[in-house]
């Protein structure tokens, strides 16, 4: 049991912050910490603990600047400037990337349930996506445990995808946009990975980047992809966020896919994202 959790609410009180669960899988609200500021050791020892427990966390009414956002990042490690993602970098902060949709939008980034650059040979350990204009309703973002996903599968299937590997390709993931300045990498990584601090293994294969299993004939590939792609999107694996304007989520992409919900064209949704540097899958 987690220290001082009130059983009736699922709330866990740490000494510095308070996280309220989403759902019993995945997913905490954190109170009591001001982000527009820096953090003392405690909060930011207990914000990676709460980063553990519930693999993604979310902060309601923080209005932070850029400054505060890498500062934020850089709690958990230096960060990761994806090559793919260079168009949408704001104007003299390459760690920062643009994520706006409007009614002039053909597109939104992060549709297709995905762990993020896992086009990339490291993808990033995580993102912390803060918005400060969201639509009135709507432009939920669900996210999925892939710990959980794992766990359900069957013994013969977990032994059966041991020691596979992936193709993951940015030309999948982007979905054929190619603006100027552009690269699409791609990259193979196990389609089960080992989280490297929780040890736990998770399904590392998604719809928007994995185009084949390695290996194996291209039929058996396409048959496992699908059953793994269905599977993992069930709700009992999920938590589902409700934005409000200055609400952030920090996921770890290790052990979680997510899917940006486009229900609210042609409303503004808009903010910025920066990417924590990962390790090479294992
Ligand atoms: C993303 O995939 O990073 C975007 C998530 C979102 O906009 O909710």
Redesign the pocket.
């Known amino acids: 049991m987690a220290d001082n959790l009130d059983e009736g609410t699922g709330m866990t009180d740490y000494s510095a912050i308070t996280v309220t669960p989403l759902t019993p899988g995945m997913g905490g609200v954190i109170s009591g910490v001001d982000l527009t500021r820096p953090l003392s050791n405690l909060e930011v020892e207990e914000l990676h603990r709460a980063l553990e427990d519930r693999l993604v966390i979310f902060f309601r009414d923080q209005p932070i600047g850029h400054e505060d956002h890498k500062r934020f990042a850089n709690y958990f490690g230096g960060i990761h400037i994806a090559p793919s993602t260079k168009p949408w970098q704001a104007p003299g902060h390459p760690e920062i990337t643009v ?1 706006h949709a409007d009614g002039d939008s053909t597109f ?3 549709e297709h349930w ?1 762990s ?1 650059m896992s086009c990339d040979p490291e993808p990033p350990l995580g ?1 912390v ?1 803060y918005l400060h204009t969201v639509p009135p309703y709507g432009g939920d ?1 669900a996210f999925a445990n892939m710990y959980a996903a794992y766990d359900a599968l069957s013994d013969r299937m977990k032994a059966h995808l041991e020691g596979l590997t992936a193709v993951h390709d940015a030309v999948l993931g982007f979905g054929g946009i190619t603006p100027e300045g552009m690269v699409l990498p791609r990259s193979s990584h196990p389609v089960i990975r080992t989280h490297p601090t929780s040890g736990r293994k998770g399904i590392y294969v998604s719809k928007s980047y994995t185009t084949r299993i390695e290996g194996i004939p291209e039929a058996e590939s396409e048959a496992l992809l699908a059953y793994l792609f269905d599977h993992i999107k069930q709700p009992l694996f999920q938590c589902r966020f409700s934005w409000a304007p200055h609400s952030i989520a920090f996921w770890d992409n290790r052990c979680t896919q ?1 899917s ?1 919900i486009w229900d609210y064209f042609p409303q503004v949704r808009s903010g910025y ?1 920066v990417q924590i540097l990962g390790d090479a899958p294992f």
Do not use: I
Request: charged fraction near 15%.
């Open positions: 994520m939104v980034a992060g995905h993020d993102s996506l973002t997510h940006a994202r």
